[in-house]
């Protein structure tokens, strides 16, 4: 199925992988390769925070959680039982750790590639969906810690990552951000969390200015995720709420992942002394949605 594209070009839609990939392209068998050869030390770590079942200032609608059969409310005590869950979730909010597919940003009536917005309906996403991820985000992670560089614990919300901090960081910590990379960039979010209490994160968070998107492009990552929701509020870009989604998504192709958590690899990559590391992402296999809770693993 095609669909003309802004440019005029033909835009496959498809969640197969002859479909629009995005920045995923830069991924190919020899990228996965060389970022096997970070596994050093074999030790893994999650990037991902615990799923929130309370509500909170960041999190009006948790996700739910309820036990739908328990093994002490059977009739029999004997023989075999299970004890069985349900889940519900809201994926793009301001807490969980969750993937932002394709399909989540329109721009001007439009998705990635040009493909139409109508391609999202009420049955489900039928373009560019998290399905194009169905088969992992395998590559070489590098870990950018914005407040290390600055010799603070967290960036305050309102504060911008700019290209200059991406610079500074690559500098600090002795590496470079390629071609096929998974960029994570640490602004302190979830530290401050936890040490603060939360907040009202729509309202004011740290994040990146819409003008380091450019060393995105210029240094083909395939993927960008933070500690936060890596657009700044309030935005810096007058009458566009979440530039950077809209710079990275819509016009660069990156799946964007938001409210990972950065704490706990942090002192490991301190200990190893590099900030690179094979990073492997699976988000569920949810073939008509816009995004995915997501629990990305760091091998170093």
Do not use: K
């Amino acid at each position: 199925m095609e669909a003309a594209g802004a440019t005029g070009a033909a835009v496959t839609r498809d969640v197969g992988p002859a479909g629009v990939r995005g920045a995923l392209a830069a991924i190919t068998p020899d990228t996965v390769r060389h970022a096997a050869a970070e596994v050093r030390s074999g030790l893994t770590v999650s990037l991902s925070s615990p799923i929130e079942t309370a509500a909170a200032p960041d999190n009006p609608h948790p996700a739910g959680h309820r036990l739908t059969s328990r093994p002490e409310s059977e009739a029999a005590d004997t023989g075999l039982h299970f004890a069985t869950d349900h889940f519900a979730m809201n994926v793009h909010g301001d807490a969980d750790s969750h993937l932002d597919a394709l399909c989540h940003v329109v721009w001007d009536g439009t998705l990635y590639g040009g493909v139409p917005a109508d391609t999202v309906t009420a049955d489900g996403a039928t373009a560019l969906t998290v399905g194009l991820a169905r088969n992992g985000i395998v590559g070489r992670g590098v870990l950018l810690d914005i407040p290390r560089l600055r010799g603070v614990p967290w960036l305050e919300p309102g504060d911008h990552v700019t290209a200059d901090d991406l610079l500074a960081a690559e500098a600090a910590q002795h590496v470079r951000v390629g071609t096929g990379d998974i960029l994570l960039v640490r602004v302190g979010h979830r530290r401050r969390r936890v040490e603060a209490g939360p907040w009202d994160a729509a309202r004011s968070r740290a994040g990146l200015h819409p003008s380091a998107m450019e060393f995105l492009a210029e240094r083909r990552v395939c993927a960008l995720g933070s500690d936060g929701n890596n657009d700044t509020a309030p935005s810096a870009t007058e009458g566009v709420a979440f530039p950077v989604h809209v710079l990275g998504v819509h016009a660069l192709g990156l799946h964007l992942m938001d409210y990972l958590q950065f704490e706990e690899l942090v002192p490991l990559c301190e200990q190893e002394g590099r900030w690179s590391f094979l990073c492997v992402v699976a988000p569920l296999r949810l073939p008509a949605a816009t995004g995915s809770p997501v629990n990305p693993i760091a091998v170093l």
